[in-house]
């Protein structure tokens, strides 16, 4: 997948990262990464921090993100930009999905 042209979602594999929480990594070279996420509702992205810098963009559902201690809801149609080493997290309240862009690439996620 790592700088292929073309990267169909459909045969790329769903892997659980978390409980009601599942990713795929989609297109990606070194220096930039995107992947799907879909959550059920309740389930949490625990706050955590990267030295990346990550754009989220809400395909589907209702998110409540946390960002540097300040919390928002977010749905279908909105995107949230993170810096690096910034503290984030999420709560699901209606089951969704998001894409998430990162630079550089996440080696951890390959």
């Known amino acids: ?3 292929e042209a073309v990267v169909f979602g459909s045969k790329s594999p ?3 990262v ?3 929480v599942r990713r795929k990594i989609l297109a990606y070279s070194d220096d930039l990464m995107l ?3 879909h ?3 309740g389930a ?3 706050l955590h921090s990267h030295p990346h810098q990550q754009i ?3 395909i589907s559902g209702e998110f409540e993100f946390e960002i540097e201690g300040v919390k928002t809801v977010v749905k279908a149609g909105d995107s ?3 810096k690096p080493n910034v503290v984030h997290g999420a709560l699901c309240l209606k089951a969704g999905s998001l894409l998430d862009i990162f630079t550089p690439m996440r080696e951890d996620f390959v």
């Open 1 to 3: 997948m790592k700088g």
């Open 56 to 58: 989220t963009y809400i």
């Open 80 to 82: 949230l930009y993170k």
């Open 18 to 20: 978390g409980e009601g």
């Open 44 to 46: 949490i992205g625990a």
């Open 39 to 41: 959550f059920d509702r």
């Open 14 to 16: 769903l892997k659980e």
């Open 35 to 37: 992947c799907e996420l």
